[in-house]
């Protein structure tokens, strides 16, 4: 059942002194959804991400994330996401299997429990020739598969995914979405902003922030009915900067 | 005043960066180095700007050699790197402030030149570089470059991270750059860009892989390929991954690209067989190949 809400947002706002740079959205996504978070650079999507994974303060409004409320109970937010962030997040001069013992043990995972998560990784990423290269030394798409694993050990409920994708090739980029895809198939739900248009038509639905307020949010093939064009990058180019 | 490489290696200790890398970039041509990240694209910018000697080889820039003119190539071209090198403490406009100080120049100088670009993130103007979103650093790390009116330009990854209408945007601009007779060479993973550019060098592990206009490119994409869709997506993928004809199935929007292994492929033999997967919602249409699929292919070698 897709019905449960996992995140409730109302009227959240993060001002810096006059500048709203989130003003007052509102939204639910559902369990074992996969959400698109589009925006133009600069709309406010870090800045909404990083209130909802409880490790910035909103100046108002609500949020509720599996449960829990963004204001009273950052930590335990925080036990129950992933979070990738836009920039790279894990440590360049450890090797794979460090990396993932440290965010295993970072995560509270049993010794045991991180030598078998870690095994199945290693397997499924087909890293598992490579588990004692240094992370720093490796492609970026692996690097950002790697670290979607990471973010996935201690079984979060929802994996926040701020532009996973930015800069990988073709292939590899494909890849990470075949993971997303399966980790949104066994009920984790996936809250994910790329700038890549093509995703954004695999995502069940998508919002579009513009000027930190959302000016979207439906299925890909209903914004496409509803702005009457083909493609998703067109509803973009509609919206995001009201050009033509 | 185009680029001319030949023959050019780059190792890091024992790891091979690129190899025999050879390729010219006429004047005023805006020319797109396309490959992944790890590929050598940044090996190649770093060695034509002379921050990296190579171990082979030999290049010129605007005519001048990358290892006896390091001096005077160094204030000829503008070089974007990848992962911006903006001061994070300065403020917008103290950073282009900065890199028209350094150039002997002013903002007001050379501002026609910017204007596009700069006036989109003008309105931050005293907003500290590190407080900027992502796209927004890009935006000023490109006003930094051109500042000095560049004759050559080399942009690393200038648009990885920047959304689809400031890409857009950004894209007009360096048309216009390069119709001042400009020489640009730029370096993406967004394939699409790769098809605005004059001519293409896709670039894998190191190595050239092929070098020509983009539609010839594309033209020689070696198989007839469908857009195939279901209602669920994922289990599609699975499904095609494991159907023994397949040559290629790939993501791409809201369809998935399709190539068979046979010579004589049928629609109907496989719309059957997906519907025997438990699929519904099946639809199968002959589309054509984009830059995306013809990369794909190369690299799958
Ligand atoms: N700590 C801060 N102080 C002041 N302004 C900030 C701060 N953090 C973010 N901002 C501003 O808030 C706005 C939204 O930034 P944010 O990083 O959320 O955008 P984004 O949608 O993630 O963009 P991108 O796609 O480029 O990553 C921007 O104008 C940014 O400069
Ligand atoms: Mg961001």
Same mark, same amino acid.
């Given at each position: 059942?897709?019905?449960?809400?996992?995140?409730?947002?109302?009227?959240?706002?993060?001002?810096?002194?006059?500048?709203?740079?989130?003003?007052?959205?509102?939204?639910?996504?559902?369990?074992?959804?996969?959400?698109?978070?589009?925006?133009?650079?600069?709309?406010?999507?870090?800045?909404?991400?990083?209130?909802?994974?409880?490790?910035?303060?909103?100046?108002?409004?609500?949020?509720?994330?599996?449960?829990?409320?963004?204001?009273?109970?950052?930590?335990?937010?925080?036990?129950?996401?992933?979070?990738?962030?836009?920039?790279?997040?894990?440590?360049?001069?450890?090797?794979?299997?460090?990396?993932?013992?440290?965010?295993?043990?970072?995560?509270?995972?049993?010794?045991?429990?991180?030598?078998?998560?870690?095994?199945?990784?290693?397997?499924?990423?087909?890293?598992?020739?490579?588990?004692?290269?240094?992370?720093?030394?490796?492609?970026?798409?692996?690097?950002?598969?790697?670290?979607?694993?990471?973010?996935?050990?201690?079984?979060?409920?929802?994996?926040?995914?701020?532009?996973?994708?930015?800069?990988?090739?073709?292939?590899?980029?494909?890849?990470?979405?075949?993971?997303?895809?399966?980790?949104?198939?066994?009920?984790?739900?996936?809250?994910?902003?790329?700038?890549?248009?093509?995703?954004?038509?695999?995502?069940?639905?998508?919002?579009?922030?513009?000027?930190?307020?959302?000016?979207?949010?439906?299925?890909?093939?209903?914004?496409?009915?509803?702005?009457?064009?083909?493609?998703?990058?067109?509803?973009?180019?509609?919206?995001?900067?009201?050009?033509? | 005043?185009?680029?001319?490489?030949?023959?050019?290696?780059?190792?890091?200790?024992?790891?091979?960066?690129?190899?025999?890398?050879?390729?010219?970039?006429?004047?005023?041509?805006?020319?797109?180095?396309?490959?992944?990240?790890?590929?050598?694209?940044?090996?190649?910018?770093?060695?034509?700007?002379?921050?990296?000697?190579?171990?082979?080889?030999?290049?010129?820039?605007?005519?001048?050699?990358?290892?006896?003119?390091?001096?005077?190539?160094?204030?000829?071209?503008?070089?974007?790197?990848?992962?911006?090198?903006?001061?994070?403490?300065?403020?917008?406009?103290?950073?282009?402030?900065?890199?028209?100080?350094?150039?002997?120049?002013?903002?007001?100088?050379?501002?026609? %030149?910017?204007?596009?670009? =700069?006036?989109?993130? !003008?309105?931050?103007? @005293? $907003?500290? &570089?590190?407080?900027?979103? /992502?796209?927004?650093?890009?935006?000023?790390?490109?006003?930094?470059?051109?500042?000095?009116?560049?004759?050559?330009?080399?942009?690393?990854?200038?648009?990885?991270?920047?959304?689809?209408?400031?890409?857009?945007?950004?894209?007009?601009?360096?048309?216009?750059?390069?119709?001042?007779?400009?020489?640009? %060479?730029?370096?993406?993973? =967004?394939?699409?860009? !790769?098809?605005?550019? @004059? $001519?293409? &060098?896709?670039?894998?592990? /190191?190595?050239?892989?092929?070098?020509?206009?983009?539609?010839?490119?594309?033209?020689?994409?070696?198989?007839?390929?469908?857009?195939?869709?279901?209602?669920?997506?994922?289990?599609?993928?699975?499904?095609?991954?494991?159907?023994?004809?397949?040559?290629?199935?790939?993501?791409?929007?809201?369809?998935?690209?399709?190539?068979?292994?046979?010579?004589?492929?049928?629609?109907?033999?496989?719309?059957?067989?997906?519907?025997?997967? /438990?699929?519904?919602?099946?639809?199968?249409?002959?589309?054509?190949?984009?830059?995306?699929?013809?990369?794909?292919?190369?690299?799958?070698?």
């Amino acid at each position: 059942m897709k019905n449960e809400n996992v995140i409730e947002v109302e009227n959240l706002t993060k001002a810096f002194g006059a500048f709203k740079a989130v003003n007052a959205i509102s939204f639910e996504v559902k369990k074992g959804e996969i959400f698109g978070f589009l925006g133009a650079n600069g709309a406010g999507k870090t800045t909404a991400i990083k209130m909802l994974i409880g490790i910035s303060h909103p100046t108002s409004g609500k949020a509720k994330v599996v449960d829990f409320d963004v204001y009273t109970q950052p930590e335990a937010i925080k036990r129950n996401i992933g979070y990738m962030s836009q920039r790279f997040a894990l440590y360049d001069d450890l090797t794979v299997q460090e990396n993932i013992n440290f965010f295993g043990g970072i995560y509270g995972l049993s010794r045991k429990a991180i030598r078998q998560k870690s095994k199945d990784s290693l397997v499924e990423l087909g890293m598992h020739e490579i588990s004692s290269k240094l992370v720093g030394s490796l492609p970026l798409g692996w690097k950002q598969k790697l670290s979607f694993s990471v973010a996935l050990l201690h079984e979060p409920k929802i994996v926040f995914l701020d532009e996973p994708t930015g800069g990988v090739d073709p292939i590899t980029r494909r890849q990470f979405w075949e993971m997303i895809y399966k980790a949104a198939d066994q009920g984790t739900t996936i809250f994910v902003t790329t700038h890549y248009m093509d995703e954004a038509e695999y995502c069940d639905r998508v919002s579009i922030m513009v000027e930190g307020k959302i000016e979207a949010l439906d299925t890909p093939k209903n914004l496409k009915q509803q702005f009457k064009v083909a493609s998703m990058n067109e509803v973009f180019l509609k919206l995001a900067r009201n050009i033509e | 005043m185009g680029i001319s490489l030949s023959n050019i290696d780059k190792s890091y200790k024992k790891q091979i960066a690129v190899r025999n890398i050879t390729f010219d970039v006429n004047p005023g041509e805006l020319f797109g180095l396309i490959g992944p990240d790890g590929a050598g694209k940044t090996t190649i910018f770093r060695i034509l700007t002379t921050l990296l000697l190579p171990d082979n080889g030999k290049a010129t820039v605007a005519g001048l050699d990358i290892i006896k003119d390091y001096k005077a190539i160094r204030n000829s071209v503008g070089y974007m790197p990848g992962r911006f090198s903006l001061y994070q403490d300065l403020t917008v406009e103290e950073n282009l402030n900065f890199f028209a100080t350094i150039f002997g120049t002013t903002i007001a100088e050379n501002y026609d %030149l910017i204007k596009d670009i =700069y006036e989109q993130i !003008a309105p931050f103007k @005293d $907003r500290r &570089a590190g407080k900027l979103s /992502g796209g927004m650093k890009q935006k000023l790390a490109l006003s930094c470059a051109l500042i000095h009116k560049p004759k050559v330009l080399f942009l690393d990854e200038p648009t990885t991270g920047v959304d689809p209408v400031s890409r857009k945007e950004f894209w007009e601009m360096l048309k216009r750059l390069q119709k001042r007779g400009i020489t640009i %060479l730029v370096s993406t993973p =967004y394939m699409d860009e !790769a098809a605005l550019c @004059d $001519r293409i &060098a896709l670039i894998q592990d /190191g190595e050239i892989l092929a070098i020509d206009m983009p539609q010839a490119v594309v033209n020689k994409f070696p198989k007839d390929i469908y857009n195939v869709k279901a209602d669920n997506m994922y289990k599609l993928i699975q499904t095609l991954q494991r159907y023994e004809h397949t040559y290629s199935v790939f993501p791409f929007g809201e369809f998935v690209h399709y190539t068979d292994k046979r010579v004589i492929f049928k629609t109907a033999e496989l719309q059957q067989h997906l519907e025997s997967s /438990g699929l519904n919602g099946i639809t199968i249409a002959p589309t054509h190949a984009d830059i995306e699929d013809a990369f794909m292919e190369l690299a799958k070698k």
